[in-house]
């Protein structure tokens, strides 16, 4: 059973940073997809940022593309989520989702929240301005 636990969370300033962690156990990267997510109130959730276990390519939406970065460390079965220059519109809840890996590898379904069956509780992102 897949279990995803998200971690670091918290308030910071515009132009601050952040690091999200994604502790995920009982998945195998290597045939995996993990994904971040944000949800804002009233809001959908959307997928921002993917990692594909195999060869560990990334994807991003233009609104975080430059500024956010995903990365994973197989050893610690943790996926991370660098949060450089946040702006106010980046406040949200963040999740970290798992999935298949041809999930990853789809255009259409990478960054899809339909797309993703094991999910974490989430953890808050608040950036003040």
């Known amino acids: 059973q897949v279990q995803v636990v998200e971690s670091g969370g918290g308030s910071v300033q515009a132009g601050g940073s952040l690091t999200l962690s994604c502790a995920a156990s009982g998945v195998a990267y290597m045939r995996k997809c993990m994904g971040w997510f944000r949800q804002a109130p009233g809001h959908e959730r959307e997928g921002i940022a993917t990692i594909y276990g195999g060869d560990s390519s990334t994807y991003y939406v233009d609104s975080v593309e430059g500024r956010f970065t995903i990365s994973q460390d197989n050893a610690k079965n943790t996926v991370y989520l660098q949060m450089n220059n946040l702006k106010p519109e980046d406040s949200a809840m963040y999740y970290c989702?798992?999935?298949?890996?041809?999930?990853?590898?789809?255009?259409?379904?990478?960054?899809?929240?339909?797309?993703?069956?094991?999910w974490g509780q989430g953890t808050q992102v608040i950036v003040s301005s």
């Open positions: 989702a798992a999935d298949r890996a041809g999930t990853c590898l789809s255009a259409a379904y990478r960054h899809s929240a339909r797309q993703y069956n094991n």
